[in-house]
């Protein structure tokens, strides 16, 4: 056992998940950490596409926007942000198009917008950005997501992302161009789509999960895979080469700006 | 193409109830030239940006905003924007009106916008909630294939507002780094004011910088450090500790309120602004 925490579990487990060399817009967050830990381990030809418009990009330190100068600095070129939502994912060339949200329900939809009904919510979330065409565009899509009865609803109040729609066929019929949720990677592991009815099953445990917690924590009747994987722990590097990213981006993240022409007192 | 101070450019060119669209992607955001229209005290501003950020939390919280359009309303990395919460989730200090777009919606409004066409046709919106609450999505069927597309309106601003890197003394501007959708924000707008880190003689030979032709630049301001705190590449980083520290800033009313009257109301302008953060002239 090595004494990960769980969000380190997600975030490795979700970059075993990147092949070398795929294409893969990245959001921030846990996604951004995932995709940069395959690019320093097992994928260092993996293209990462910040929706700012920095593809390919290869930052030492984790960005705490989307946008940071790191992101810029750090890639293979730098696009105007209507041909990243055009020219690349419209037009089909993202592979894996990473998503969270404040709630999902058993199809994989996704609500990123309000809780309560959206002309007088109870929660103003921050909403789609560049999510709607994600879902849809992007040839399967990895949700990250922590799991409780709160965000794992039967019932979404919003459907800012589609998922599986209803299942049973409704995302391909809908003409959606791209392949919906491949995985859900959450904090006692990983829910998959039935390969028939799409609804999200549990498929994997981490280690010091247990089945039980996993049905506690969804708000829908959780279905079960016949055979659920246990997910290996994260190895010595894996995590090592993840808390040293954590740990530069902290370091950085604290060093003070400097202005031209100014010091601070 | 007049070189003014920044106040000129705003006294002359904003006014109230403008739709003013003051754009940067998480880099080269003007907060210079937003307090500077928060001092003016402008009122009944429609306001377009695709991530409002802290700047347009600052303007909807002073009560500069009437509507807001917009695609993704956070403090990125950090939480919520709670001044633009405050407003649609209670009112505070008045009703907000949203107009809310996905990322590609409001790229394709901009692209529009920009070459002056009437919409903008894209694959966007399909099993989404959002065309039910805004009938500004629309759809289009192609007239060539049958497909049905989603459009959007164009967007024009009254007025774009930019923080470029430089401009030189004709009024032509270049701007490097993530350029967002800074280009088509600009070309799409009525008027177009900059607020620049240096005016110099000549800028310098580059074949793809974008650059924003003098004739169609309404006025530059010169305001070094102005996207702070944003960043300007090649100027200054991003501070993204004074992003996570806005979090407990803007949560309540109160501290809100006094941290804009001890920075912003209560400065002459930006240098004043820098100044009551602490930064001293080197």
């Known amino acids: 056992m090595t ?82 939502f055009s020219h690349y994912l419209q037009a089909g060339r993202v592979d894996v198009g990473f998503l969270g949200a404040a709630q999902i329900d058993r199809f994989g939809n996704l609500n990123s917008t309000v809780v309560g009904p959206y002309e007088h919510p109870s929660t103003r979330l921050p909403g789609a950005g560049g999510a709607p065409e994600i879902a849809t565009h992007a040839r399967q899509t990895f949700v990250m997501l922590k799991a409780s009865p709160r965000s794992f609803v039967a019932q979404l109040d919003f459907r800012t992302c589609a998922g599986f729609l209803d299942g049973h066929g409704a995302r391909a019929r809908s003409g959606a161009p791209g392949g919906g949720p491949g995985a859900v990677i959450t904090d006692f592991g990983i829910l998959r789509p039935h390969p028939d009815s799409q609804e999200l099953q549990l498929a994997a445990l981490f280690e010091d999960a247990t089945q039980a917690e996993a049905i506690a924590a969804v708000g829908w009747h959780l279905q079960v895979s016949p055979q659920v994987e246990r997910i290996a722990a994260p190895t010595q590097v894996e995590l090592n080469t993840l808390r040293a990213l954590h740990a530069r981006t902290r370091e950085a993240h604290l060093r003070p700006v400097q202005l031209p022409g100014w010091v601070h007192a | 193409m007049p070189i003014l101070s920044l106040g000129d450019a705003i006294r002359d060119h904003v006014a109230d109830g403008d ?73 505070w200090p008045h009703r907000l009106e949203l107009d809310e777009h996905s990322h590609a919606g409001m790229a394709a409004a901009y692209c529009a916008g920009a070459a002056r066409l009437p919409f903008g046709a894209l694959r966007a919106y399909a099993n989404t909630d959002l065309p039910a609450h805004n009938t500004a999505i629309r759809s289009v069927q192609c007239p060539f294939t049958g497909e049905t597309l989603a459009a959007v309106p164009a967007i024009n601003p009254d ?31 009525k008027k177009l004011l900059v ?24 006025a530059v301001a010169h305001c070094p450090g102005g996207a702070y705190p944003s960043y300007a590449h090649g100027f200054y980083s991003r501070d993204n500790a004074f992003y996570q520290r806005w979090d407990a800033i803007s949560r309540h009313r109160e501290s809100f309120m006094a941290w804009m009257q001890a920075h912003v109301l209560d400065t002459r302008d930006h240098d004043g602004f820098l100044g009551s953060l602490g930064w001293k002239a080197a």
Do not use: K
């Open chain 1, 3 to 84: 004494g990960a925490s769980r969000d380190e579990c997600m975030t490795i487990a979700a970059a075993r998940m990147l092949r070398d060399g795929c294409v893969c817009f990245v959001g921030i967050g846990l996604p951004s950490a995932a995709c940069n830990l395959a690019r320093l381990l097992h994928a260092p030809n993996i293209v990462l596409i910040y929706e700012s418009g920095t593809i390919g990009t290869r930052p030492n330190v984790l960005p705490l926007s989307i946008g940071d100068g790191e992101l810029a600095e750090t890639a293979s070129y730098v696009v105007p942000l209507p041909e990243i």
């Open chain 2, 19 to 91: 739709c003013v669209a003051m754009e940067g992607f998480t880099h080269l955001i003007p907060f210079a030239a937003g307090h500077e229209i928060i001092r003016q005290g402008r009122r009944d501003l429609h306001l377009v940006r695709m991530t409002p950020d802290l700047i347009y939390d600052q303007l909807i919280g002073m009560g500069c905003a009437r509507r807001l359009t917009f695609s993704w309303g956070g403090n990125p990395g950090v939480g919520s924007l709670h001044r633009l919460r405050d407003a649609v989730e209670n009112g």
């Open chain 2, 159 to 189: 007025v774009t507002i930019l923080h470029a890197q430089r401009a030189d003394l004709a009024g032509n501007v270049s701007l490097q780094g993530i350029v967002g959708a800074q280009s088509e924000a600009a070309m799409a707008a």
């Open chain 2, 195 to 218: 607020t620049v880190e240096e005016v110099v003689d000549q800028l310098p030979p580059s074949m793809n910088a974008i650059v924003l032709p003098h004739w169609v630049v309404t």
